[in-house]
């Protein structure tokens, strides 16, 4: 198989996928190596495609230009962690990824696409695991986060609770 021919396969299986594809079930399915896979993402990439690494694999992002989207500045202690995501999904939101500012590396940001219970609990799972720490113990708690919504309405739900559990800073 060449090259341009695998690409080509590699997106057509993340556009079909309603689930997030891991590099080596990739490699495995093309009969490449995962480096292979990881240059051949970056290269589809390069080329607009909307390709995003997860922590559960890579996906396409589907339909997003419709929605509301808002950066979110909170703070609150690892225990909040599952509280918080579970309250912005629970009103139809989507938190697409954690954001903290460290002293030496500047911006450091990761894709955690968090859009429903299961989402929650896998996440959970690896923090709770000892697979890492949250990013947020670099930052004392504080960090942002890019969520989505259909709606203002959802969105404004979202806010609202935040805000009413003190995690939101203004």
Known sequence: MKAKERR?????????????????ELAEKLGVTRQVIVKDIAL????????IATP????VTKNQ????????????????IQDELETVI??????KDVVVEHSV????????MIKSLYDV?????K????????????????????????NDEIMDNILSELKNKKYLIY
């Open 127 to 150: 923090i709770n695991k000892g697979k890492g720490e949250p990013l947020l113990v670099l930052t004392g708690g504080i960090h942002l986060h890019t969520i989505c919504a259909d």
């Open 105 to 112: 590396y500047g911006e450091i940001k990761a894709m955690i």
């Open 56 to 59: 559960e694999g890579y996906l």
């Open 44 to 51: 589809l990439r390069a080329e607009g495609k909307k390709i």
């Open 8 to 24: 080509n396969n590699i997106k057509n299986l993340l556009i079909n996928s309603s689930n997030p594809i891991k590099g080596q």
């Open 90 to 95: 629970k009103f139809g939101g989507i938190v």
């Open 121 to 125: 609990h896998n996440f959970m799972k």
């Open 65 to 80: 230009e419709n929605l509301i989207t808002k950066i979110i500045a909170v703070s609150h202690n690892v225990e909040d």
